[in-house]
């Protein structure tokens, strides 16, 4: 393992620092000669191994199939749909040359699907017999944004699933899109224990190219908000420029029903920022790669029985892959201080006197609570308290979530805006949106699906009548 | 399912035009705008999927760990290892804008990985502690060939793994570059069914930045050999450019000792060529996604009952993964040849008279032989015979391998040589192995792992002493 110091900066005091400094003492990633671009380091891309084979196996049971479209879209193809191509041109990187050559026609390297994929489509698809069609692809995209570059949370190349079904019907493809939208909110909760804004995005912030977008909210310890993911009805507006059409039962020629959606490495970013702590990285034990690290206490009398043990125990708890360091040349205060950096979820100290009572000692990574066990109990107890501390973890990220929330109607609440989230009724209006925004910096977050009855409520800044509350806040 | 009509090439007269047949009407890739670039689609991606996951389970034992690096590689880290640069720039794909900036540096879009993998190696690795380190990636790459493309054998964009391992000593690395061919051996064997020829690449063919290349290469039906993987041994062919030392126990700095090694969704390719006949697909029972397709013979007096025991088997094979075809509108030999074409390896049908006897008909996609079996009998019997028909594919490709070896100390062989397999003894001089190329057409394949004991045999051409076995042939 690295002999990395601890992290120096305070979380609450100086997010982006402390961030940067668990990223690389954690050993997730790190930066390239490339501008924006990072390494996945294996003990996070394991995580997102973790992410892949839960997400598959769930789309499975939806009848959702995986393929493989190319990396590269003709600049035709992308310009295909107005309104999509005006979100993405600003960030697209262009291939212009292969091997000495000159492209004839320049080529954008994906930075999301729609365009390449419903090219194929247009071929695929004839009758009402080819629909529902759902497929879905991993891979790498690259938007070229010119903020800074913050690991996983916002860098120009990045890893996602995109999904994207054709229905016949609206009916179908909208009963999906929250479908989507709720599984992304299981995988988040049951994976990266981070709760989230479950709401639908306002026609200012809309992805252009959508009917409506559904979206997932995540709150950071900064008091930013990060969309964590996004499930798009696209109605017909790909539809039509792309001729995706198909003869129905009634032998009539129809325009199909889309839905796009995706979540993206960003979610690593998001579970790494909300449950870390200043003495570094915690993984929800649903991800961690190494559950528990075994931790001989070694004496020179004692030794040899007590590494006897522990060694045995590697055996008996592997399915927790659990690591040992029996590294006899450290200290083990040095030791605890390590793993706690990088994040390992319960250690497991045993020494001559935890032998003697047949017992060893675990302490949870996050809480630092220590639990006496027997020997004969540990699986068991291990089992559950690994439980407990992802019931735990994502308790407290949705109390200090919830405690995050201000309901207000007082207009000057947004204007000297925290780091919050402000839940107002609102108009709805784009006009009103975009002065909201203007006066205050603050961006609509989304509407969320749970709503309240509305009588006689007014809109809280222009005072016409409210239609919806709305989460306002700063985003990321 | 698709309603496509059967093959109308045949593969041992046209095998290009039956083979584009085969990838099409089985709908396994699709062409696109890029020329040279394909779509995966599902029913193929799924094998790839098994192939990451066996591939993945493997190397996990060898202590191997997967991790993303960039898609980018800025130009003067390719040009760092001057040999291996030689060998790709002429077919790179170059990034030259980003939005609308252009870039300062051109990125090449990775043809391998070597150079941005090393780059950060250089920093991670200090102390015999760090060592060894071994990575493994999935991922996309591209190389902007001028050849016509065929899907899976030869496009511009294709999927791969590719492994970078760094160790103290040569011996450490000499040792797993060997023990990787093997899995690629296993691989190809308990996946694909395809048998290889394992051997080292001559000076000549071999990677460029290698110190030694060891390959897996199968042979095409049409008399072609396709290398399948490499096994690179690089030494310090990239640890002195790129700087990767570390201070060993003795206190000493020293360079690395590096081996990379891939396999890409060519090995798709090669399957589906060995293997599929003039009826369509033939997919390895060991990939296949749907193992069976049960088909129910609906007559009108007792097509409730035959459905009812369709229904009951779909529920009690699901292990299988099987798909049923119910549709009452078509005809069984109509549905026969459909599921012929796609390939799935068994089909099971169940007919009145079958039920009268409690029993249902498997046909062997492969052999088309049929076997009775009875009810109660099935799971085990379709087991058995999924082994079977893995075992068959590999031991039919296996004697049509051998079958195509010519072992020949007539060089007038090779001058007139057919498409067929050349095992000869050879000097392995480089000039004399240039003037073979010249003279016949023909490339060196590989120097078999297996070797005879040489006494005092002659290189075929040159008459000098001969050195090795060496195969050559005509490489797709």
Same mark, same amino acid.
């Given at each position: 393992?690295?002999?990395?110091?601890?992290?120096?900066?305070?979380?609450?005091?100086?997010?982006?620092?402390?961030?940067?400094?668990?990223? $690389?003492?954690?050993?997730?990633?790190?930066?390239?000669?490339?501008? *924006?671009?990072?390494?996945?380091?294996?003990?996070?891309?394991?995580?997102?191994?973790?992410?892949? #084979?839960?997400?598959?196996?769930?789309?499975?049971?939806?009848?959702?199939?995986?393929?493989?479209?190319?990396?590269?879209?003709?600049?035709?193809?992308?310009?295909? =749909?107005? =309104?999509?191509?005006?979100?993405?041109?600003?960030?697209?990187?262009?291939?212009?040359? *292969?091997?000495?050559?000159?492209?004839?026609?320049?080529?954008?390297?994906?930075?999301? !699907?729609?365009?390449?994929?419903?090219?194929?489509?247009? /071929?695929?698809?004839?009758?009402?017999?080819?629909?529902?069609?759902?497929?879905?692809?991993?891979?790498?995209?690259?938007?070229?944004?010119?903020?800074?570059?913050?690991?996983?949370?916002?860098?120009?190349?990045?890893?996602?699933?995109?999904?994207?079904?054709?229905?016949?019907?609206?009916?179908?493809? &909208?009963?999906?899109?929250?479908?989507?939208?709720?599984?992304?909110?299981?995988?988040?909760?049951?994976?990266?224990?981070?709760?989230?804004?479950?709401?639908?995005?306002?026609?200012?912030?809309?992805?252009?190219?959508?009917?409506?977008?559904?979206?997932?909210?995540?709150?950071?310890?900064?008091?930013?908000?990060?969309?964590?993911?996004?499930?798009?009805?696209?109605?017909?507006?790909? !539809?039509?420029?792309?001729?995706?059409?198909?003869?129905? %039962? @009634?032998?009539?020629?129809?325009?199909?029903? $889309?839905? +796009?959606? *995706?979540?993206?490495?960003?979610?690593?970013?998001?579970?790494?920022?909300?449950?870390?702590?200043?003495?570094?990285?915690?993984?929800?034990?649903?991800?961690?790669?190494?559950?528990?690290?075994?931790?001989?206490?070694?004496? #020179?009398?004692?030794?040899?029985?007590?590494?006897?043990?522990?060694?045995?125990?590697?055996?008996?708890?592997?399915?927790?892959?659990?690591?040992?360091?029996?590294?006899?040349?450290?200290?083990?205060?040095?030791?605890?201080?390590?793993?706690?950096?990088?994040?390992?979820?319960?250690?497991?100290?045993?020494?001559?006197? @935890?032998?003697?009572?047949?017992?060893?000692?675990?302490?949870?990574? @996050?809480?630092? &609570?220590?639990?006496?066990?027997?020997?004969? =109990?540990?699986?068991?107890?291990?089992? +559950?308290?690994?439980?407990?501390?992802?019931?735990?973890?994502?308790?407290?990220?949705?109390?200090?979530?919830?405690?995050?929330?201000?309901?207000?109607?007082?207009?000057?609440?947004?204007?000297?805006? %925290? @780091? /919050?989230?402000?839940?107002? #009724?609102?108009?709805?209006? %784009?006009?009103?949106?975009?002065?909201?925004?203007? =006066?205050?910096?603050?961006? !609509?977050?989304?509407?969320?699906?749970?709503?309240?009855?509305?009588?006689?409520?007014?809109?809280?800044?222009?005072?016409?009548?409210?239609?919806?509350?709305?989460?306002?806040? %700063?985003?990321?």
């Amino acid at each position: 393992m690295s002999r990395e110091q601890g992290i120096t900066a305070k979380k609450f005091e100086n997010f982006s620092e402390w961030y940067t400094q668990v990223i $690389q003492k954690a050993d997730l990633a790190d930066y390239t000669d490339v501008s *924006g671009v990072i390494v996945f380091k294996p003990r996070i891309y394991s995580v997102w191994e973790k992410v892949q #084979d839960f997400f598959n196996k769930e789309i499975k049971k939806l009848g959702v199939k995986n393929a493989y479209f190319p990396l590269f879209i003709p600049e035709k193809l992308l310009t295909k =749909e107005s =309104e999509h191509v005006e979100g993405f041109t600003p960030e697209v990187a262009w291939v212009t040359q *292969g091997g000495n050559t000159k492209l004839t026609e320049r080529l954008a390297i994906r930075p999301t !699907s729609e365009t390449i994929i419903y090219d194929s489509y247009s /071929k695929w698809i004839r009758s009402y017999n080819d629909l529902p069609l759902k497929i879905n692809q991993w891979c790498n995209v690259v938007r070229w944004e010119f903020k800074h570059a913050v690991p996983f949370l916002r860098t120009r190349e990045f890893l996602w699933q995109e999904g994207h079904t054709v229905f016949a019907t609206k009916e179908e493809a &909208e009963e999906e899109v929250l479908e989507i939208l709720h599984l992304y909110e299981k995988l988040f909760k049951e994976l990266y224990a981070v709760p989230l804004l479950l709401g639908k995005k306002t026609e200012l912030e809309k992805f252009p190219g959508a009917e409506y977008t559904l979206s997932i909210e995540s709150f950071l310890p900064n008091g930013k908000i990060a969309q964590a993911g996004t499930s798009h009805y696209l109605g017909q507006h790909f !539809s039509k420029p792309f001729n995706i059409k198909f003869k129905d %039962k @009634d032998e009539q020629e129809k325009y199909v029903h $889309q839905n +796009s959606w *995706g979540t993206s490495t960003r979610g690593l970013g998001v579970m790494i920022a909300i449950h870390s702590d200043d003495n570094g990285l915690i993984l929800p034990p649903a991800v961690a790669e190494n559950k528990i690290v075994i931790i001989p206490i070694l004496f #020179d009398d004692s030794k040899e029985k007590v590494l006897k043990v522990a060694k045995e125990l590697m055996k008996e708890l592997k399915s927790f892959d659990p690591i040992i360091d029996d590294d006899a040349s450290k200290r083990p205060g040095w030791k605890f201080a390590q793993y706690e950096l990088i994040g390992i979820p319960l250690r497991i100290e045993i020494g001559p006197k @935890d032998l003697e009572k047949n017992s060893v000692m675990i302490t949870r990574r @996050d809480t630092r &609570e220590k639990i006496s066990s027997s020997l004969k =109990e540990l699986p068991n107890k291990i089992e +559950s308290i690994l439980k407990q501390m992802q019931k735990d973890l994502y308790e407290k990220a949705l109390e200090n979530l919830n405690n995050s929330i201000i309901k207000t109607d007082n207009y000057n609440d947004l204007k000297n805006a %925290k @780091d /919050k989230l402000y839940l107002v #009724d609102f108009c709805l209006e %784009k006009s009103c949106e975009e002065k909201l925004k203007e =006066e205050t910096g603050l961006k !609509s977050i989304n509407i969320p699906l749970k709503q309240k009855k509305f009588t006689n409520e007014k809109c809280l800044r222009c005072g016409n009548k409210a239609t919806a509350q709305v989460y306002f806040g %700063k985003t990321y």
